[in-house]
């Protein structure tokens, strides 16, 4: 059974291309320096064109990160705070933006 990392941010003020590409950035910045072994899946930001039909108007960011099922609870939870360190650079760079994030059905205080 495959358990994930949800997040979305919304604000009324679009993202502008600066701001994309610092996210995706510390995305890729996070899925290069990953240290604990093989990247199961790196940080997931969806492209917003191709889902904005299914999107409220106001959604800036959403994307998911599969985490790995076969691991031991010590190192999911550091794979769990690998991904929210990621998130939080990420959050710092969006102003404004209210933001939804949970592992499947458990939301997180964001």
Known sequence: MSVSLYYT???SQPLSSQ???ACEKIAEHYDTQYPFGELYEGFCI???EKSREFLDENVI???ST???PDVDEQLFGD???WWLKCLQEITDILPGAQWHVHIDDTDLEW
Do not use: M, N, S
């Open 66 to 68: 599969k985490l790995p």
């Open 79 to 81: 794979i769990v705070d």
């Open 19 to 21: 701001e994309q590409i």
């Open 9 to 11: 941010a919304r604000r």
């Open 46 to 48: 969806y492209d917003l």
């Open 61 to 63: 960011l959403d994307g």
